[in-house]
């Protein structure tokens, strides 16, 4: 049984950080491209961030990069989302995603196989 468990979010002021985790279980993690997703109120699921099988290369959407980083154990099959400068435009619930096309900077979330639950982060003027 597939499992993507998100655990870390929460709520923050702007310019804090948090900490998002993804335990996955159920499928060889490290044979698969991982990617973290939000999704705000009244809005689509957009992009945030993926990392390759291996983690050698990430990809992330333009409204994050150089605030989080995004990064996987394979030994302990997780990945996680650090999240710097947080603003309260990165409200949102967060996803993580499971894609079996280990390669490449897939930014669709049709391509993704699995999803977690998700966790609320909150970020207040």
């Known amino acids: 049984q597939v499992q993507l468990v998100e655990s870390g979010g929460g709520l923050v002021q702007a310019g804090g950080s948090l900490r998002l985790s993804c335990a996955a279980s159920?499928?060889?993690?490290?044979?698969?491209?991982m990617g973290w997703f939000r999704q705000a109120p009244g809005k689509e699921r957009e992009f945030v961030a993926r990392i390759i099988w291996s983690g050698d290369s990430t990809y992330y959407a333009d409204s994050v990069k150089g605030r989080f980083t995004i990064s996987r154990d394979n030994a302990k099959n997780t990945v996680y989302l650090q999240m710097n400068s947080l603003k309260p435009e990165d409200t949102a619930v967060y996803y993580c995603?499971?894609?079996?096309?280990?390669?490449?900077?897939?930014?669709?979330?049709?391509?993704?196989?699995?999803w977690g639950q998700g966790t609320q982060v909150t970020v207040s003027s």
């Open positions: 995603a499971a894609d079996s096309s280990p390669w490449g900077a897939m930014t669709s979330p049709i391509v993704y196989e699995y």
């Open positions: 159920g499928f060889t993690f490290s044979n698969y491209a």
